[in-house]
């Protein structure tokens, strides 16, 4: 299928019926919802997480410097400018679950929860910025409303505090604007017909595949692993 033009919402929301999350597929935020996840394997999620931004960031920065249009090039930049919060927010979450700074040096990350990155880099370098942009969207309600299910209960099943949260409520947290920010920059490629729909949708795909791989790699390899394994 070649370049195609059209709504940018309509295509957003077909993918995101095609790739809603089923019930079951995420096996480690149920645990967390019900206090059963050891702060051993919340803690490696924060460690995980602490490689996982960084990466993340210059990836969205090195979409805006490829992006053609002004829409595209400013939600890939503000997605690095959330990735900046987020990694400030990470000490304060290992610090509340119990790993010290150097815990999270010591930890040795999983390659079943690094494999998400290493996609996002490669589409930051091989994919068209408008392709990966409808992948990223198409994401974003699923990690969302996995974060935000994880803030709820880091509160009320593990006492955690606001601050504590803050990683999480970022990312579980809408904001204003967002959506129609996100929905400009598809719209805009669309229109310069620089979107090639069954790419963007394989995209879409293996991202919220990978996306599932990193919480499930958690619960699988980590359940009571000690926090310099």
């Not at 990466?55 to 053609?68: E, I, K, Y």
């Not at 010290?100 to 990350?109: G, L, M, T």
């Not at 598809?186 to 310069?192: I, R, T």
Request: with cysteine.
């Amino acid at each position: 299928m070649g370049a195609m033009t059209g709504s940018a919402r309509a295509l957003l929301d077909s993918i995101h019926r095609e790739l809603a999350p089923r019930e079951g597929e995420n096996r480690l935020v149920p645990l967390v919802r019900d206090g059963a996840a050891p702060r051993s394997v919340l803690a490696a999620l924060a460690a995980e997480e602490s490689r996982i931004v960084p990466c993340d960031w210059r990836s969205f920065l090195t979409l805006s410097a490829r992006a053609a249009d002004r829409p595209t090039r400013e939600f890939f930049a503000g997605l690095a400018a959330g990735e900046g919060a987020a990694l400030g927010a990470l000490p304060k979450l290992s610090a509340a679950l119990g790993w010290s700074e150097q815990d999270v040096a010591d930890y040795r990350p999983k390659a079943g929860c690094q494999a998400y990155p290493a996609y996002m880099s490669w589409l930051a370098l091989h994919a068209e910025p408008g392709d990966a942009a409808v992948a990223i969207v198409s994401n974003f309600a699923a990690f969302g409303a996995y974060c935000a299910e994880v803030a709820q209960a880091l509160r009320s099943r593990y006492g955690l505090s606001d601050a504590d949260c803050e990683f999480f409520d970022l990312f579980g947290t809408p904001v204003p604007g967002a959506d129609e920010q996100a929905e400009a920059a598809v719209q805009a490629e669309l229109d310069a017909g620089r979107i090639t729909e069954s790419r963007a949708r394989e995209h879409a795909r293996l991202f919220q595949d990978y996306e599932l791989m990193f919480w499930n790699t958690l619960p699988d390899e980590l359940r009571t692993a000690p926090p310099n394994e």
